[in-house]
Antibody, heavy 123, light 110 residues
């Protein structure tokens, strides 16, 4: 069965970086987009970006320009989201989600989600 | 300020029909499929409706999605206590070249 298992919670200081991992299983990792979505406490869902593990392309929301890096390691079917220069308002649960096949579109059709990773930014 | 607009709250009694609206623009809902996600307290989002009106396997047919122009709606028939959750609409936005979400609607079953 398809599973996305994310790394554990992290506590970081302002200005630091955090790297969240998302290990996929049960399907061909390079065949599907991975989206990253975050949710601040008590707030709604916010899309951060996507990766295409097959072509090597990524894109992210303008809001995160210069601060987010999305990478992956096909040998271990794992995607990573690195957020730098953390601020207090980056405190959120970060989710990875499997999108459509890489031969399809980037529509937000995510049937499978990771369990979420809480990143707390605190001094 | 979310790109897609949803009412912050909705409510109904068991057995009732409830609708949740989602309003956007030509660059998102007007030109791309609309998706609905259900998020139970403390859980990850779950895909409820895809491509405007399709239900993934396992989603009861009490949930119905529709879209017209730059607006969409989620209808829940025969409301049940387990439907109490947050509901989000989402779509691809051609102008932003990214995914946009609604602000979410908290559904309370009275």
């Amino acid at each position: 069965q398809v599973q996305l298992v994310q790394s554990g919670a992290a506590v970081k200081k302002p200005g630091a970086s955090v790297k969240v991992s998302c290990k996929a299983s049960g399907y061909t990792f390079t065949g599907y987009y991975i989206h990253w979505v975050r949710q601040a406490p008590g707030q709604g869902l916010e899309w951060m970006g996507w990766i295409n593990p097959n072509s090597g392309t990524t894109n992210h929301a303008q809001k995160f320009q210069g601060r987010v890096t999305m990478t992956w390691d096909t040998s271990i079917s794992t995607a990573y989201m690195d957020l730098s220069r953390l601020r207090y308002d980056d405190t959120a649960v970060y989710y990875c989600a499997r999108g459509l096949t890489v031969s399809a579109t980037l529509f937000p059709e995510c049937h499978y989600w990771g369990q979420g990773t809480l990143v707390s930014v605190s001094s | 300020q979310s790109v897609l607009t949803q009412p912050p709250s909705a409510s109904g009694t068991p057995g009732q029909r409830v609708t949740i609206s989602c309003s956007g623009s030509n660059s998102n809902i007007g030109s791309n499929p609309l998706y609905w996600y259900q998020q139970l307290p403390g859980a990850a989002p779950k895909l409820l409706i895809y491509r405007n009106n399709q239900r993934p396997s396992g989603v009861p047919d009490r949930f119905f999605g529709s879209k017209s122009g730059t607006s969409a709606s989620l209808a829940i028939n025969g409301l049940r206590s387990e439907d109490e959750a947050d509901y989000y609409c989402a779509a691809w936005d051609d102008r932003l070249s990214g995914v946009v979400f609604g602000g979410g609607t908290k559904l309370t079953v009275l």
